[in-house]
């Protein structure tokens, strides 16, 4: 009767110190996910708090207020006339300007460093004025004209640090003419609406992302009206109409691959057939859209006929049960219930196609773009790209635009993206 009983008690002994194990090891790879999710997560918040700390600055302009005189003499017009204020010595007036405000400033090396301070485009808001007020020409007005990107850099990431000269990027003698403008309250920082309205610079303090935006908007126009189209249309057809053969197989396998080719294939792609072949024009909307079409067009299908799926069969069976054909079955059933998932599946394909840059970069549209496009057969450039140009850039004032476009390309990807999730629960059927 012992025997028995210490065997039961060895068995539950035994039971217990498994169940023990099996529970360390469920604890242990709980864990593992909880730290792995967490680590994720640190990742991505690193990633953003890096992204935002340094694109933040580009978002405000330094900018600096002169008394200006608009001496028709040294403007070297007679008139403030729209043929004659293009060839007007606006930069003079601006230099004549700083002049006088600092008119112990005689040396030639000197008047070279002060004049350096404010932009090459600080003459554009003297030009503005004549063409704003043409009867302002001879008189005196008060102007807050753009400041160069190294004042700019160094009033919002360097002032009150105490570096070296050989550490700085502007000498003493600047910093003591910049420390009288705040003083006196002609230098102020205010929101950098031009990197909205300007196209591309090769100075900082000039660049926007208007004319990518304007291209982004014309690429992805063209793609998703050639994209959805065509993959709805062919989803339908492997789904409804085609028969099952090997044929179609071969379709869909190839459907299905081509959703996982790099999208540098379809860059290659483009540059050699609708480039090189059809001898389509490089860096324009056209042909990216049309290049784009192709890299989405497999997704399109895939969530198209995936919708198509989810159509519970009692849909059609009920539909051709009160005398509907095929075609009316599929058009004014099937298609308007599936029609969420579709758009979800277009939507999230048009944000893949917002952030490609590799296809692009092979078609041309890699190209310095000040102009902002106004057609599809216009040059052009995307804000992918844009980033990828201003990347490569030494310059702070351009480490900063890229940071800020990066942030404007992911708001632009998290609306499309809340987009689709707003659709797919607004318009969603559940059976």
């Not at 400033?105 to 301070?117: E, M, P």
């Not at 090769?202 to 050639?226: D, F, H, K, M, N």
């Amino acid at each position: 009767m012992s025997s028995v009983s210490e065997h039961q008690q060895n068995t539950r002994d035994k039971v217990y110190s498994s169940l023990a194990r099996r529970y360390r090891k469920e604890r242990f790879f709980r864990a593992l996910g909880l730290l792995s999710v967490l680590f994720g997560i640190a990742c991505v918040a690193v990633l953003f708090t890096d992204i935002f700390s340094k694109g933040m600055g580009a978002f405000r302009q330094t900018w600096v207020k002169l008394e200006v005189v608009l001496d028709p003499a040294v403007l070297g017009i007679e008139a403030a006339t729209p043929d004659a204020l293009p060839a007007a010595n606006v930069d003079a007036v601006v230099k004549k300007a700083l002049q006088a405000r600092f008119p112990e400033v005689t040396a030639r090396k000197d008047r070279k460093d002060l004049n350096a301070l404010l932009s090459s485009a600080a003459g554009d808001a003297v030009r503005q004025l004549l063409r704003d007020d043409p009867a302002a020409l001879g008189q005196t007005h008060t102007l807050w004209v753009l400041a160069d990107d190294r004042t700019d850099t160094y009033i919002k990431h360097f002032r009150g640090l105490d570096l070296a000269e050989d550490e700085r990027i502007l000498n003493d003698q600047q910093l003591q003419w910049i420390e009288q403008w705040v003083k006196s309250g002609e230098l102020e920082l205010r929101f950098n609406s031009g990197f909205f309205e300007n196209g591309d610079s090769r100075e900082p303090e000039q660049a926007g992302i208007r004319s990518a935006l304007a291209g982004s908007a014309l690429t992805l126009l063209v793609t998703l009206l050639l994209s959805f189209p065509i993959g709805v249309a062919a989803a339908v057809y492997l789904e409804e109409f085609a028969p099952k053969n090997r044929f179609t197989d071969f379709i869909e396998i190839n459907i299905n691959n081509l959703a996982a080719v790099p999208s540098i294939i379809f860059g290659l792609l483009g540059l050699a057939v609708l480039i090189g072949l059809f001898g389509l024009p490089r860096s324009v909307p056209l042909v990216g859209g049309l290049v784009l079409t192709l890299m989405t067009l497999p997704t399109i299908i895939i969530s198209s006929r995936a919708a198509i799926k989810s159509v519970p069969p009692s849909i059609r069976e009920a539909a051709l049960g009160i005398g509907a054909s095929h075609m009316q079955m599929v058009t004014q059933h099937v298609i308007p219930l599936a029609m969420p998932g579709m758009l979800t599946g277009a939507i999230i394909g048009m944000a893949r196609a917002l952030g490609e840059t590799a296809p692009l970069l092979m078609i041309g549209m890699v190209a310095f773009i000040v102009d902002v496009p106004r057609g599809i057969t216009d040059a052009a450039t995307v804000l992918p790209v844009q980033i990828f140009l201003w990347a490569d850039s030494p310059e702070r004032a351009f480490v900063e635009r890229t940071s800020a476009t990066i942030m404007v390309l992911l708001a632009f990807l998290l609306v499309m993206n809340a987009l689709a999730v707003w659709l797919r629960n607004k318009l969603e059927r559940r059976w």
